[in-house]
């Protein structure tokens, strides 16, 4: 299997079944992590150097952050139904989520500073869904945290492509300090598939294919773009779902297409 293709293993003591560090990346921003959580368990965590988005992907549960109460977060039972509740949780700080239904829970983290921003609930309609794309290329896109929220260095995002479609295409990438034209990101996908047995594929490449890896991605895994373009496709009868986590040196989102595939754009 590609390094760039993670899958979930048993849970850890923090319940943590995929568990995505800066270090085991080989990279310098982005972490992720996912929590399952079953009714009535608790999970704390310190933020320590780095912010974080929690974001409750599915179930219901009680939110501590910085010392607040935040109440209760979440309700859908689907990534597939409905817009997320999340957390803002700022570095130097630490988070407590006590589950009141079974709860997957995406903990999403980058590089902050303690105390810049306060802990707040990012509710459903903080952003509006947008389409993107037509034909076979259609995506329904909503943000969660956007480079005009809030935050040090996280952007995050989810997506949802019908089945038969493409997403993240025309292939483009993120991976040059080139400020207007193009930023440099780290990217983490997190992946479902509605129904769950179905799968969808991810390639990651760069022009001189010196990087060029092709996943099989299946429900519940996580894909690496370190660098390079990035499409991803799922194939008929089978919805995708993915979480993007970006961060950078400079937390705003400027792509670069693929030359080569840029055409279609212009029909």
Same mark, same amino acid.
């Given at each position: 299997?590609?390094?760039?293709?993670?899958?979930?293993?048993?849970?850890?003591?923090?319940?943590?079944?995929?568990?995505?560090?800066?270090?085991?990346?080989?990279?310098?921003?982005?972490?992720?992590?996912?929590?399952?959580?079953?009714?009535?368990?608790?999970?704390?965590?310190?933020?320590?150097?780095?912010?974080?988005?929690?974001?409750?992907?599915?179930?219901?549960?009680?939110?501590?952050?910085?010392?607040?109460?935040?109440?209760?977060?979440?309700?859908?039972?689907?990534?597939?139904?409905?817009?997320?509740?999340?957390?803002?949780?700022?570095?130097?700080?630490?988070? #407590?989520?006590? =589950?009141?239904?079974?709860?997957?829970?995406?903990?999403?983290?980058?590089? $902050? /500073? @303690?105390? !810049?921003? +306060? %802990?707040?609930?990012?509710?459903?309609?903080?952003?509006?869904?947008?389409?993107?794309?037509?034909?076979?290329?259609?995506?329904?896109?909503?943000?969660?945290?956007?480079? #005009?929220?809030? =935050?040090?260095?996280?952007?995050?995002?989810?997506?949802?492509?019908?089945? $038969? /479609? @493409?997403? !993240?295409? +025309? %292939?483009?990438?993120?991976?040059?300090?080139?400020?207007?034209?193009?930023?440099?990101?780290?990217?983490?996908?997190?992946?479902?598939?509605?129904?769950?047995?179905?799968?969808?594929?991810?390639?990651?490449?760069?022009?001189?294919?010196?990087?060029?890896?092709?996943?099989?991605?299946?429900?519940?895994?996580?894909?690496?773009?370190?660098?390079?373009?990035?499409?991803?496709?799922?194939?008929?009868?089978?919805?995708?779902?993915?979480?993007?986590?970006?961060?950078?040196?400079?937390?705003?989102?400027?792509?670069?297409?693929?030359?080569?595939?840029?055409?279609?754009?212009?029909?």
């Amino acid at each position: 299997m590609s390094h760039l293709h993670m899958r979930q293993s048993a849970p850890d003591a923090l319940k943590r079944t995929l568990h995505i560090t800066p270090e085991s990346a080989g990279w310098e921003y982005v972490g992720f992590d996912l929590h399952k959580l079953a009714a009535g368990e608790t999970v704390t965590v310190e933020t320590g150097d780095r912010e974080v988005c929690l974001v409750f992907l599915t179930g219901r549960g009680t939110v501590t952050a910085a010392g607040e109460d935040l109440g209760t977060v979440g309700e859908r039972m689907s990534v597939f139904d409905g817009k997320p509740w999340s957390v803002y949780v700022p570095a130097g700080a630490q988070w #407590t989520v006590t =589950a009141e239904t079974d709860v997957e829970l995406a903990a999403c983290s980058a590089p $902050g /500073n @303690a105390g !810049s921003h +306060p %802990p707040r609930v990012i509710a459903p309609d903080s952003h509006e869904v947008m389409v993107r794309g037509k034909g076979n290329n259609v995506r329904h896109v909503t943000d969660i945290i956007n480079e #005009t929220d809030p =935050a040090d260095g996280l952007l995050v995002v989810e997506v949802i492509t019908p089945a $038969g /479609n @493409a997403s !993240s295409y +025309p %292939p483009h990438k993120h991976d040059r300090d080139a400020f207007p034209e193009e930023t440099r990101l780290e990217e983490v996908y997190y992946h479902r598939l509605n129904p769950p047995q179905g799968f969808g594929f991810q390639r990651v490449y760069t022009d001189d294919r010196s990087l060029d890896e092709a996943m099989t991605i299946e429900d519940g895994d996580a894909t690496l773009v370190p660098r390079g373009y990035h499409p991803c496709a799922t194939v008929h009868g089978y919805d995708l779902y993915y979480l993007n986590v970006m961060a950078g040196p400079r937390r705003q989102w400027r792509f670069f297409n693929d030359p080569a595939h840029e055409w279609m754009l212009k029909d």
